[in-house]
T-cell receptor, first 109, second 113 residues
């Protein structure tokens, strides 16, 4: 099984940076995903890490440390539209995705 | 545009009836499809893994006789909620895998009244 932990809520101001941490325990790690989900909608893919290190994609970056069972999603130059839930998901060798409970990010003007 | 399509997006059904939700991969053949359920303000919970031509593998606690999954082709999987009850009201989302990539459908809101 797996145990995925991430903070419940975070608040930041427009233009700022926010870092969402995720810790996990899994028996067969095969990649870590970050998804963005707006209320009432399906998740949309943000990033994927399978090797240690930082993956940068525009305003969003994701970091992974497999030995520590740790990842973070970094959101830079926050915009109001970034207010959403951010889901950390761990993929196992059978390609099943297990999701954390999600972090609700609120961006204030 | 969407590469995985779910239908219907919204459905309301009476308690005791059955409802079918379709998940289609539009321009690729999906090796595997997954079905998730999400209650309000909760995360996605995997219900079952569906492989074409074989029986679905259900997660612990998910009743296979209540949530019937059929994966008749490499582009279509269906989830039928049988004898639906109000507590089955939820957001149901499918995803489809091709190679290392997983695409999510748009989700289907089910309300049982």
């Amino acid at each position: 099984g797996q145990n995925i932990d991430q903070p419940t809520e975070m608040t930041a101001t427009e233009g700022a940076i926010v870092q969402i941490n995720c810790t996990y325990q899994t028996s067969g790690f095969n990649g870590l995903f970050w998804y963005q989900q707006h209320a009432g909608e399906a998740p949309t893919f943000l990033s994927y890490n399978v090797l240690d290190g930082l993956e940068e994609k525009g305003r969003f970056s994701s970091f992974l440390s497999r030995s520590k069972g740790y990842s973070y999603l970094l959101l830079k130059e926050l915009q109001m539209k970034d207010s959403a839930s951010y889901l950390c998901a761990v993929r196992e060798r059978d390609y099943k995705l297990s999701f954390g409970a999600g972090t609700t990010v609120t961006v204030r003007a | 545009g969407a590469v995985v399509s779910q239908h219907p997006s919204w459905v309301i059904c009476k308690s005791g009836t059955s409802v079918k939700i379709e998940c289609r991969s539009l321009d690729f053949q999906a090796t595997t499809m997954f079905w998730y359920r999400q209650f309000p303000k909760q995360s996605l919970m995997l219900m079952a893994t569906s492989n074409e031509g074989s029986k679905a593998t259900y997660e612990q606690g998910v009743e296979k006789d209540k949530f019937l999954i059929n994966h008749a082709s490499l582009t279509l999987s269906t989830l039928t909620v049988t004898s639906a009850h109000p507590e089955d009201s939820s957001f149901y989302i499918c995803s489809a895998r091709t190679g290392n990539t997983i695409y999510f459908g748009e989700g289907s809101w089910l309300t049982v009244v």
